[in-house]
């Protein structure tokens, strides 16, 4: 029996469903009041949805790193420019929350939760802040 027809069959059926990954969402959403800065993402897919893990920094007065994964039914990106974040609050403070995502091309926006796990300082360098220095007291 020759396996290789059915498999090439299924492999194109499952690379059908891949969807480009998402962005941050542009409108602004005052029931999301956190910024996130997402500096690395590793994604992956199946049948079930996107899977990942990455690094971002949660902006504000005091700019804490933080590790994350995820489970979502669209991936998303990272955010090339120092300007873009996506738009969160928190689910479980400290410890899971939701951002919002947004389809490219598109005005649909999605939700993802992501399980945080909290740094006392930040990943990426930010103006006013010296590579090094510690982050500001928290206020």
């Given at each position: 029996m020759n396996l290789a027809a059915p498999a090439a069959i299924l492999l194109?059926?499952?690379m059908g469903q891949y969807?480009?990954?998402?962005?941050?969402?542009?409108a602004p959403n005052p029931d999301y009041p956190l910024h996130v800065r997402v500096l690395m993402n590793q994604r992956s897919h199946n049948r079930f949805g996107y899977h990942g893990f990455g690094r971002a920094d949660?902006?504000?007065?005091t700019i804490r790193g933080m590790d994350y994964t995820f489970d979502c039914e669209r991936g998303f990106m990272h955010n090339e420019h120092a300007d873009e974040?996506?738009?969160?609050?928190?689910?479980?403070?400290?410890?899971?929350?939701?951002?919002?995502?947004?389809?490219?091309?598109?005005?649909?926006?999605?939700?993802c939760t992501l399980e945080v796990t909290?740094?006392?300082?930040?990943?990426?360098?930010?103006?006013?802040q010296p590579a090094g220095a510690p982050p500001p007291p928290p206020q």
């Open positions: 194109f059926a499952m969807e480009a990954p998402g962005v941050a969402s542009t949660l902006l504000g007065p974040f996506y738009q969160a609050r928190w689910k479980k403070p400290d410890q899971k929350m939701e951002i919002l995502v947004q389809k490219v091309g598109s005005d649909h926006v999605e939700k909290l740094k006392d300082g930040p990943y990426g360098r930010y103006r006013n």
